[in-house]
């Protein structure tokens, strides 16, 4: 996350971002140092380092570009691993951007809150 910081700070030229990136690169047991720093680099290494700890979606949200990375990578098709016995790549297919980025309220909730609770309008 500092060498994320870094990076925006000094539009991606920034030495202590690159710095932050090879210290996390080498307590995983690489031993060379990457440069130059490029957003997919963090990306990539945010992917390995927080896999399956719920910073993904928040973090490709917050920069912008949820929809085109999941369109371009959710799910894995069986041409991508044979050892799959259906694909997976509904969400690819079938994400809508500008609306999949937020999550309905459940009726449930709207129906507790009150009739003047508004869904979100994306949902409506």
Known sequence: MCCEAYFHRDGGASTDALKYYNKTWQRAGNNEEHGPLTLDMILDEYARECNFEGVRWPLLKRLGILAE????????????????????????????????????????????????????????
């Open 69 to 124: 990375r999941v369109q371009a990578h959710a799910g894995d098709s069986k041409t991508e691993d044979p050892y799959l016995h259906q694909n997976y790549t509904d969400a690819r297919r079938n994400f809508v951007a500008g609306k999949h980025e937020v999550w309905p309220i459940p009726q449930s909730q709207i129906d507790m809150m009150g009739k003047s609770f508004p869904q979100h309008e994306v949902w409506n």
